[in-house]
């Protein structure tokens, strides 16, 4: 796992596994110098509050997660948010039992219609990677939140984003102050776009055209896997997308590949995409 502060608010830690992104954001004002091993700056004010979003996938680094959020001075986090019900995505329980988590209403509703798909598929996951956690996933009753729309986090305002086509749910989170985006399964430098449970061609493409103006505002962009990207990469990473997905839906299996996202398993991942386009689910 590591750990990588993109501005004094906000902290992106990676899983060694899957390349996953989990960001911890927090909203309050700070002090003047660094401090810490992650050369973020301490909060001031009696309005710190901490979010997770996302989460890490291996069970020593979500154990680990709350001591990171402790050295980079954050206060202990009030909330998890994920954006969107992937299993991979919704681990931040196993961290932060206490803690709330959120949800765009859509993917909120996939949990609903589908209790304990998430679980089964991580036991699936630790049993054929021989992973032990000391506890089973939770989610409890997770909080469905209007998107669009905003959250606060402290002092500060987090904007909400609708995405789909990857899966039928999810949100993109823009954090406007630190002019971060997090995007969720989009925008991957290292995989290709994937239809999931719920996938669609053509609303894979409208959600790249919204996620576009917001990309242009921003610094950095936080995908769901893969390297953080500046906004340069992630429109070049946009574009391609956007050419495969039109080829896919053109030509299915006999669409060309990004450049540089031509592996086996990107290969498998778009076969199954054409056999799905081939194959809706009824």
């Known amino acids: 796992m590591r750990a990588r502060a993109l501005h004094p608010d906000v902290v992106v830690v990676t899983s060694a596994l899957l390349h996953l992104n989990c960001v911890i954001v927090r909203g309050a004002g700070a002090a003047a110098e660094p401090t810490g091993p992650l050369n973020v700056i301490e909060a001031t004010g009696a309005g710190a509050e901490t979010f997770v979003i996302d989460s890490p996938v291996l069970p020593e680094e979500l154990e680990m997660l709350p001591s990171l959020v402790g050295q980079a001075n954050f206060p202990a986090p009030s909330g998890l948010l994920a954006t969107h019900a992937d299993w991979d995505h919704v681990l931040g329980p196993l961290a932060f039992p206490e803690a709330p988590l959120g949800l765009a209403e859509t993917s909120a509703r996939r949990l609903a219609a589908a209790p304990g798909a998430a679980q089964r598929e991580l036991r699936s996951f630790d049993e054929e ?95 769901g896997h893969g390297p953080v990207l500046d906004p340069q990469d992630a429109t070049r990473v946009l574009e391609e997308d956007v050419a495969y997905l039109r080829a896919l839906a053109g030509q299915g299996a006999g669409a060309a590949l990004p450049e540089g996202r031509r592996g086996a398993e990107m290969r498998a991942i778009h076969a199954r995409n054409a056999e799905r386009l081939a194959s809706p689910p009824r």
């Open 129 to 223: 990677l021989y992973l032990e956690r000391e506890r089973p996933l939770s989610l409890g009753a997770p909080q469905a939140l209007p998107v669009p729309g905003h959250l606060e986090v402290g002092a500060k305002r987090l904007e909400l984003h609708p995405t789909g086509g990857h899966t039928a749910d999810g949100m993109a989170i823009l954090i406007g102050w630190a002019r971060v985006l997090v995007v969720g399964d989009y925008l991957s430098k290292i995989e290709i776009p994937m239809l999931g449970e719920g996938g669609d061609v053509g609303e894979y493409l409208s959600t790249l055209e919204r996620l576009r103006p917001l990309v242009g505002a921003v610094d950095l962009i936080v995908p």
